[in-house]
């Protein structure tokens, strides 16, 4: 079990709430599977910063790391089949946005969800 460490994580949920965010703006199915690895990176880190790195966080995040792996070998760049790694993420954000909220990871505001494509490319 993780003991508690005095890492402030401010800054860590405002950049969580901004990636998250940015996911209104994705289009590109790589770049989807892109963040999504980034947000499940963030949330483990920050789960164990806050010392709540636990046997039941773990076992949730390797089967996370799991279904994204598979939504990696699901895409398929030459023929543009996307669809099944788009479902597989979108699954894996609405279970990873849970525990965000659920254990205040993230900082979200209005204007996180009013970026210009020019912030997310």
């Known amino acids: 079990m993780s003991k ?4 402030d994580i ?14 209104t ?10 963040e999504t690895d980034i947000v499940i990176r963030y949330e483990s ?10 046997s039941t966080y773990k076992e949730v995040f390797l089967k996370f790391r799991a279904r994204w792996a598979i939504a990696l070998q ?7 089949d996307w669809k099944d790694a788009w479902i597989i993420c979108s699954r ?3 279970s990873l946005m ?3 909220v659920k254990e205040e990871l993230i900082s979200l505001s209005r204007d996180m969800f009013n970026l210009s494509n020019a912030d997310v490319m």
Request: hydrophobic share 45%.
């Open 4 to 7: 508690t460490s005095n890492v």
């Open 10 to 23: 401010s800054e860590l949920r405002e950049a969580l709430g901004t990636i998250i965010a940015s996911y």
């Open 25 to 34: 703006y994705l289009y590109d199915p790589f770049s989807i599977i892109k």
């Open 45 to 54: 880190a920050m789960l164990d910063a806050k010392g709540l790195w636990n």
């Open 74 to 80: 699901k895409y398929n760049q030459i023929t543009g």
């Open 92 to 94: 894996l954000l609405d």
């Open 98 to 100: 849970r525990i965000a």
